[in-house]
């Protein structure tokens, strides 16, 4: 894909955004990456996992959408079938940049969900150069997202220190009888976590990781569901 160009009311003041959700628009992905403040979102509708880095120095949090590549579970003929969309899913294809201390708005220019109709999508700008709306609503969601990222290195050291993350592999049996695995993803530890002392856990909860975690732990409930989902649309 291109690299991302800087938005601006010049270049782009007849630009349209598709809010639809839909494989054509690029929804059909496995997972999205989110941050702890994201977490009591997610945690009633994805399993939230981490996993390593692409350098594998470090490990991100993801919201899990379904078992394989390019698979989403939640996009339905109506769009997306949850109540909550992620925000790294919900401000395509917009992304945060950084000049000096500024925080601009940059656009994915070959994205599909950018409309080719005048009549199709919400705008971005209105007709005198003002952000719509639409704009600026996208404009709080990268301003969370970029916010929540930057909790992230402190959230996983705490994680490291304490040795709470452990990999895991799941595997999945569907009603008609094909297999499944999930592997290379990571979880907390509940045991790990159980054992830890009253002084372990108050430095959790002084630096706000711990309800985060207990997010984490109550949001792998949504397994089942995501096994539900699967196997309905195999039996489709």
């Known amino acids: 894909m291109p690299k991302a160009i800087l938005l601006n009311n ?32 997610l945690q009633a509708h994805y399993p939230i996992v981490f996993r390593k880095t692409q350098d594998s120095l470090t490990f991100e949090a993801l919201a899990l959408f ?8 939640f996009l339905g003929p109506d769009g997306w079938d949850a109540s909550y969309v992620p925000l790294a899913i919900e401000r395509q294809p917009f992304l945060i940049g950084v000049a000096g ?22 705008a971005v700008f209105l007709p005198h150069g003002s952000p719509t709306p639409f704009l600026e609503r996208m404009n709080s969601t990268l301003l969370a997202i970029h916010q929540g990222l930057q909790s992230m290195p402190a959230f996983i050291a705490a994680l ?12 999945i049996e569907l009603d008609n009888g094909s297999q499944n695995r999930l592997d290379g993803f990571y979880a907390i530890n509940e045991e790990k976590l159980s054992a830890l002392d009253g002084n372990a856990l108050a430095s959790l909860h002084r630096a706000g990781h711990l309800q985060a975690i207990y997010m984490v732990i109550a949001s792998l409930w949504n397994f089942r569901a995501l096994i539900d989902r699967k196997n309905r649309a195999h039996a489709g």
């Open 66 to 73: 379904g078992f394989q590549a390019d698979e989403n579970l």
């Open 160 to 171: 490291l220190e304490l040795d709470l993350l452990e990999s895991f592999v799941f595997d």
């Open 10 to 41: 010049v270049d782009h003041k007849d630009l349209r955004i598709i809010s639809k959700r839909a494989a054509k628009y690029g929804d059909n992905v496995m997972f999205a990456s989110t941050f702890p403040a994201e977490f009591r979102q």
């Open 101 to 122: 201390e500024a925080l601009t708005i940059h656009v994915h220019p070959d994205s599909p969900r950018i409309s080719a109709k005048q009549d199709e999508g919400e």
